[in-house]
């Protein structure tokens, strides 16, 4: 292999390729404010993830037994139902206490039914199963379903931490838009972090780039919301 | 060649911690300090890979996040600065989509204030800046991993042999690469000639 030559030193450029060439910008260097700033969101965000994931696996063992309860109330108690106390149903459901009772059931249901099961049925046992069996009909989310659920839960869940750090530690609330946005992109919740991060660059005291942010956020929602929320957060500009 | 090692970047390609980590198997890495010792090779490159001056520092911090996620996944088989590239390459590649579906693509950032100084004339200020969209424009028409080898040779002037040692690869590869991107470039130049601006200048 041969050396090669620079276009720009060796003349045997095509014809105009030279002068675009030339007037190109090398990589400009890192300043030293920008450096800092960066170091300072990263180490932020290096902190988080141990008093996070404690938090994160509390949460999971709660969302566990929601859901072991949803699944034991939707599937299994009906099929018991069925064959157990088949005309159980029917005067239960005359009432309207009954049908109020029916949005705390999933979460009773594996505690009270299960034991009754060997007893007879008593009218409020009857009414905590009502509504399940109302609710036997209702299908359960696809798995596709389920994954969006799960990812658009995961983009709440990551806004809604930023928005509670904006007040105490914005660089801590930068660091986890810093955070949706690689994770998500141009996700659901776009637009939210986008206002999340004019109000972050504020706090730090990053005006121009706060407006700057909020004027491609104006771009892509004009007439939404999210213009009289930016007027109000920066007045006129 | 010559200027490149003024303007190149920090470190050299053989550091202390990739030195260390190749020495010590067991050594830690932490983001950190590759934040440190990289953060203006990173910028570096990401400029070298097209992301916009207004999207710079939201892709540094995307890089690092990322370093920050799959440190552990990182093994002494090739260099620091050859995976950080490779990391810049796919968040660049990510802001490129999104600058596309924004349609940003192209786009001078012309309020970015200019390394050369304020011109005196108007004119050529415009030339100036005419000559460097077009410029972006030929860059955008290559593939990211030519566009970074093209960039570092003809705009910075480093020799083959360093890009060769940045990227992990032959000095082969490096001109077989530089010799498709010259013919992308001079492809995308023409095309340009082919069809002229509407609306001229911005």
Redesign the interface.
């Known amino acids: 292999?041969t050396?090669?030559q620079?276009?720009?030193e060796s003349e045997q450029a095509?014809q105009?390729?030279a002068?675009?060439?030339?007037?190109?910008?090398?990589?400009?260097?890192?300043d030293a404010v920008?450096?800092a700033?960066?170091?300072r969101?990263?180490?932020t965000?290096?902190a988080l993830p141990a008093a996070a994931s404690v938090v994160f696996w509390i949460k999971s063992v709660a969302l566990g037994a929601v859901l072991g309860s949803v699944v034991t109330a939707v599937v299994v108690v009906p099929k018991w139902h069925a064959t157990a106390v088949p005309s159980a149903v029917a005067p239960v459901t005359q009432t309207n206490r009954a049908g109020r009772a029916v949005q705390r059931a999933p979460e009773q249901a594996p505690v009270e039914v299960v034991p009754e099961a060997s007893a007879a049925p008593s009218a409020t046992s009857a009414a905590s199963a009502a509504p399940i069996i109302g609710n036997s009909n209702r299908t359960l989310p696809t798995p596709s379903e389920q994954a969006i659920d799960d990812r658009l839960g995961r983009e709440i869940q990551l806004l809604e931490r930023a928005r509670q750090l904006l007040s105490v530690d914005p660089n801590r609330a930068m660091?986890t838009l810093?955070?949706h946005?690689?994770e998500f992109?141009?996700g659901t919740l776009m637009l939210e972090r986008q206002f999340l991060e004019v109000e972050a660059l504020l706090r730090l005291g990053r005006r121009d780039q706060a407006i700057?942010r909020a004027a491609d956020l104006r771009a892509?929602a004009p007439g939404s919301l999210y213009e009289r929320r930016l007027s109000h957060l920066l007045g006129n500009e | 060649?010559k200027g490149w090692r003024s303007?190149r970047h920090s470190p050299s390609v053989t550091t202390t911690l990739a030195a260390n980590r190749l020495a010590e198997p067991d050594v830690v890495l932490d983001?950190?300090q590759l934040?440190?010792e990289y953060?203006?090779f990173v910028?570096?490159s990401l400029?070298?890979l097209g992301v916009q001056p207004?999207s710079l520092?939201?892709a540094?911090?995307?890089v690092?996040?990322?370093v920050?996620r799959r440190l552990d996944t990182y093994d002494a088989s090739s260099k620091i600065s050859t995976w950080l590239f490779g990391i810049c390459l796919r968040v660049a590649s990510?802001h490129r989509r999104?600058a596309y579906?924004?349609h940003e693509q192209g786009n001078l950032d012309l309020n970015e204030p200019?390394?050369?100084g304020p011109l005196a004339d108007p004119e050529e200020n415009a030339m100036?800046h005419e000559?460097?969209r077009?410029?972006e424009q030929?860059l955008e028409a290559m593939a990211l991993e030519r566009r970074a080898v093209f960039?570092m040779?003809?705009?910075?002037?480093m020799p083959?042999t360093a890009i060769a040692e940045i990227l992990d690869i032959p000095?082969?590869t490096v001109?077989s690469r530089?010799h498709k991107a010259?013919a992308e470039?001079?492809a995308a130049?023409a095309r340009q000639?082919l069809t002229p601006r509407v609306g001229g200048l911005p």
């Open positions: 292999m050396n090669m620079r276009w720009l095509p105009g390729v002068e675009l060439l030339a007037a190109a910008r090398p990589p400009r260097p890192l920008t450096r700033r960066s170091r969101r990263l180490a965000m290096t660091a810093d955070e946005r690689l992109g141009s700057a892509r | 060649m303007r983001v950190t934040h440190d953060a203006d910028w570096r400029q070298r207004s520092e939201d540094l911090q995307d690092f996040v990322v920050h990510a999104r579906m924004n200019s390394d050369d100036r000559a460097q077009r410029l030929g960039v040779f003809e705009i910075e002037g083959a000095a082969g001109h530089l010259r470039f001079t130049i000639e």
